[in-house]
């Protein structure tokens, strides 16, 4: 059947990220509402951050279209051009391949609830760059290196 039950989509808390870039992103909840009925062509998630948390290191995809509705709560969009407070009803999008380093922090006294729709690219077809920190996901891999090419430690999945 194709309406999700909510309650019984797994609750992912946290990142994959290594330390100590993993440590904003640690109290982030994510639940991937595409997977749960089997979407392949572009995920959606429903995303909690409670006060303080961030949604990600700010980073850009160069494959991959992002987009966030703002649901319930408030939240600071960080790009390239500065900062922007969103509400619930405000949305925001990405571009593939434009190279705006962005990510959502929660600076309120509460939870903001955010639906994430984006691309999916095949496994290692989507390099990302995130701009203020040593890290990168090269072309050909799913997992996080050095700007040098070294990988970082794998976490399990």
Not at 11 to 24: H, R, T, V
Request: include cysteine; aromatic fraction near 8%; charge should be negative.
């Amino acid at each position: 059947m194709p309406k999700i039950d909510i309650e019984a989509v797994p609750l992912a808390k946290g990142s994959l990220y290594p330390a100590p870039y993993d440590e904003p992103c640690r109290e982030r909840q994510r639940q991937r509402l595409g997977n749960a009925v089997g979407l392949d062509q572009f995920g959606v998630n429903l995303l909690t951050l409670p006060p303080g948390a961030w949604s990600a290191q700010r980073h850009w995809h160069a494959a991959e279209d992002e987009f966030v509705y703002i649901l319930e709560g408030e939240v600071v969009l960080v790009d390239d051009g500065g900062e922007q407070v969103l509400r619930a009803g405000d949305c925001a999008g990405f571009k593939a391949g434009v190279a705006n380093g962005h990510h959502l922090v929660n600076r309120s006294d509460r939870d903001a609830r955010l639906l994430e729709v984006g691309t999916r690219s095949a496994d290692g077809a989507d390099p990302v760059d995130y701009p203020d920190i040593d890290m990168i996901v090269p072309l050909g891999s799913d997992d996080y290196h050095h700007r040098d090419g070294t990988p970082y430690p794998v976490k399990p999945r």
